[in-house]
């Protein structure tokens, strides 16, 4: 199975940076999509970005150009880096990853998250 764990939130002030890690381990062969969520402050969970093995980078139209999903596979770690951050950003983010079973199972894993705030 694999397990998620998210780090790099914290408070920043609008304009400001940040950028996200997201330790990958377990069956990490078995792993069809990565991708980070936010969820906003009594708001539903929203995609920021994802990744499909062996396609493009999926983004939010609302941070295209100013976020980026990348990973390193060595390391097997994700990242998001998040420049000009809004204070409507501020949210927990979630490390998300499908993870492929048994004939055509699929499951959602979610890390524990980490929260970002954004200050005006």
């Known amino acids: 199975q694999v397990q998620l764990v998210e780090s790099g939130g914290g408070l920043v002030q609008a304009g400001e940076s940040l950028k996200l890690s997201c330790v990958v381990s377990g069956d990490t062969f078995n792993i069809a999509s990565m991708g980070w969520y936010r969820q906003p402050p009594g708001k539903q969970r929203e995609l920021v970005a994802s990744?499909?093995?062996?396609?493009?980078?999926n983004y939010a139209e609302v941070v295209k150009g100013r976020f980026t999903f990348s990973r390193d596979n060595a390391k097997n770690t994700v990242y998001l880096q998040m420049n000009t951050l809004r204070p409507e950003e501020t949210g927990v983010y979630y490390c998300?990853?499908?993870?492929?079973?048994?004939?055509?199972?699929?499951?959602?894993?979610w890390g524990k998250g980490t929260e970002v705030t954004v200050s005006s």
């Open positions: 990744q499909s093995r062996g396609a493009d980078i």
């Open positions: 998300h990853a499908i993870e492929l079973s048994v004939g055509d199972a699929q499951y959602n894993v």
